[in-house]
């Protein structure tokens, strides 16, 4: 087999930029083999050391980012990172910096624990430069020591982090003396894990003074008696602040220990505008500086970015540089509340009658001949998308509680510095999708159905129930229990969603996780209904054009008729058809399970919630139905 270019080999260590959005980007606990790390904030980021690094340019999600944690916000970064082409080692000194974390560790041969700063007691060696996976931290004096390597230390594994963001080291010695003090300032602890079918069945001791304690003592609402006070510490920031929150424990790993609170945005021209204005737009950055026309010809050279503008003479350049100028002069900042609408632009050109001209970033096609004739009455129209680009932005984190898809407020969000952000880092994926929208007559004539029926009020009823359990108690002053209530349109659209996108990966070789939905659903006022489905995976299998080809007539007809035909069956029957979420439930979801219509967390824009089967096929009453005869 041919050895890949150097450029391209994968260093070990390495993680794709998107895992830093989703599963471990500032703040988060990452466990590696031999120990564990901890994410640090923006401040120690480093890239002073790249020689040829640019920002990620996308004007509506860095607009939309400025919106949330304010106009010191200026550009959206993507991870530090340098090709290994030489021995010098200088690219193993770039990268995402992490510290470790939890700052306990124990023996694995004696049981020992301690600080990992204890330096009598624990060592750190890194045997071979070009492999961390084999960095590790020993016990020095081991008793139980044994002729070769020198015992393993693994991080002790309980840490406490509460809903405010914060995340703090398990305080052991005060744990153990049940908020007393041994005789000594830092006495010799062990752990001894005792495994069995009880949980956490950890014992600590005090070596010195022999008292002895289970963690079971701190988990649950036991914990919440024998715990001490949250120190509003966060460790990726170096920083502690006032907190009253209770904590609870988490077990390094736990999936509840960082949630990400990201925006993401397609790159669409303009309504109505040019290629060259929308690139005018997407680089404005390092063209809102330039005084003339003059100027161009030297900052097309000296800036990379700009040579996309090769087609274009610079007179052309500098007429949409300043119609954007103006444009930018008429534009409101009023704070808008929730999250900022990012998908009506994308709608707009989605759907709009003409389309616009194919770009590197953003390529449509419509098949000349329209909706196949056997979809006629299931869709209105059929777009290719043969190249899209989303970016996406990690604005904050949050603890033990989600984020709201909805309300970013209701959720304490973690800051990713220590002062203002003037950045926030940033992944871009390029992929291709299919945009699928559904006759207007079909939906409204569907919502006038469905309006006054039991199954639309008990799904109304769970999300208020929903929102007062979770969020009552956040709020100050009047409480909407239905505020943001996605409305029944939206339930139809998102089932729809997902019946074609586990039809898909059922079919044709796509997995689940490598595909993204967008559902345009609108409101009342401006009422919309379409559905993007993409691929989103940072490699080559999102370009290949698997996916645009399954809108092909003769593709797309089958994949219809098979996701809606199965959904008339669920291996979960009856169980799963007769569900809804009636009180006390708060669930967000009907006909709908993980045979049936889940999908991966990554796919789903919503979580998996707000899905019932009975609101597009004939499975309980055909008046529910969207569609009450199957194609």
């Known amino acids: 087999m041919a050895a890949k270019p150097e450029g391209h080999r994968r260093r070990v260590g390495a993680v794709r930029p998107s895992h830093l959005m989703f599963t471990g980007g500032v703040g988060a606990l990452v466990d590696l083999p031999n120990f564990s790390v901890l994410v640090k904030g923006l401040d120690d980021w480093r890239y002073d050391m790249i020689p040829d690094w640019e920002p990620l340019a996308e004007p509506r999600l860095l607009a939309a ?162 715990l001490p006070e949250c120190r509003g510490r966060h460790p990726h920031l170096s920083t502690f602040e006032s ?106 050109v989605l759907s709009a009658p003409e389309l616009p001209e194919p770009d590197d970033d953003f390529t449509l096609r419509r098949d000349p001949e329209g909706v196949p004739d056997p979809l006629t009455g299931v869709f209105a129209d059929v777009v290719q998308a043969e190249r899209l680009r989303e970016v996406r932005a990690l604005i904050g984190f949050t603890r033990l509680d989600a984020p709201d898809p909805e309300d970013p407020e209701l959720v304490t969000r973690a800051p990713l510095a220590r002062d203002r952000a003037t950045w926030v880092p940033a992944s871009e994926v390029r992929g291709e999708g299919i945009f699928l929208k559904l006759p207007e007559e079909l939906l409204s004539d569907w919502e006038k159905r469905v309006e006054s029926s039991l199954a639309l009020r008990e799904h109304k009823e769970a ?49 689940s996780a490598s595909l993204s939905e967008r559902i345009y659903a609108g409101t009342d006022d401006d009422p919309r209904s379409g559905i993007l489905i993409y691929t989103a995976v940072p490699d080559a299998e999102g370009t290949l054009g698997g996916l645009v080809s399954l809108a092909e007539p003769a593709n797309l007809v089958r994949l219809t008729r098979r996701a809606l035909h199965d959904s008339m069956h669920c291996s979960s029957d009856p169980l799963c058809s007769e569900r809804l979420p009636q009180a006390p439930a708060d669930f967000l979801h009907g006909a709908a399970c993980h045979v049936c219509l889940f999908v991966s967390e990554t796919t789903c824009e919503r979580g998996n919630r707000f899905l019932d089967r009975r609101f597009v096929v004939p499975i309980d009453d055909p008046d529910l139905a969207l569609y009450p005869e199957l194609p």
């Open 463 to 511: 999300y208020g129930r929903f929102r007062t359990h979770r969020y009552s108690d956040r709020i100050h002053g009047a409480f909407d229990e239905m505020l943001h209530w996605p409305g029944a349109r939206f339930y139809a659209l998102h089932t729809l969603s997902h019946l074609l996108i586990r039809t898909i990966a059922l079919e044709c070789g796509y997995s």
């Open 243 to 348: 907190c009253k929150r209770p904590v609870r424990v988490l077990v390094v790993g736990a999936s509840n220990q960082w949630f990400a609170q990201t925006l993401s945005s397609l790159w669409v021209p303009e309504t109505g505008g040019s290629v060259l204005d929308a690139k005018v737009v997407q680089h404005w950055a390092s063209l809102y500086g330039i005084p003339g026309p003059n100027m161009l010809p030297f900052m097309r050279g000296a800036v990379p970015a700009l040579r996309e503008f090769e087609k274009w003479d610079d007179q052309a350049v500098w007429d949409a540089i300043e119609r954007h100028r103006a444009q930018l002069d008429g534009v409101d900042d009023t704070k808008v509340e929730g999250y900022p609408d990012l998908r009506t632009a994308e709608w707009e």
């Open 65 to 226: 980012v400025q919106t949330l944690l304010g106009k010191t916000v200026e550009q959206l970064r993507p991870a530090p990172w340098m090709p290994d082409r030489d021995q010098s080692g200088m690219a193993a000194r770039v990268g995402v910096p992490t510290t470790p974390f939890p700052a306990w560790m124990r023996c694995t041969a004696c049981n020992m624990l301690a600080p990992i700063d204890s330096q009598v007691v624990f060592g750190f060696e890194n045997p071979k430069q070009h492999a961390p996976h084999e960095a590790r931290f020993f016990h020095k004096n081991c008793p139980r020591k044994k002729s070769g390597r020198r015992p393993l230390a693994v991080a002790a594994r309980f840490v406490l982090a509460c809903t405010g963001g914060h995340l703090d080291d398990f305080p052991y010695v005060r744990f153990v003396h049940r908020g007393g003090t041994c005789e000594v300032d830092f006495p010799p602890l062990s752990m001894d894990d005792r495994g069995g079918n009880m949980g956490a069945n950890v014992e600590i001791k005090c070596d010195r003074c022999g008292m002895r304690r289970n963690i079971t003592e701190a988990m649950g609402r036991r914990g919440e008696e024998n």
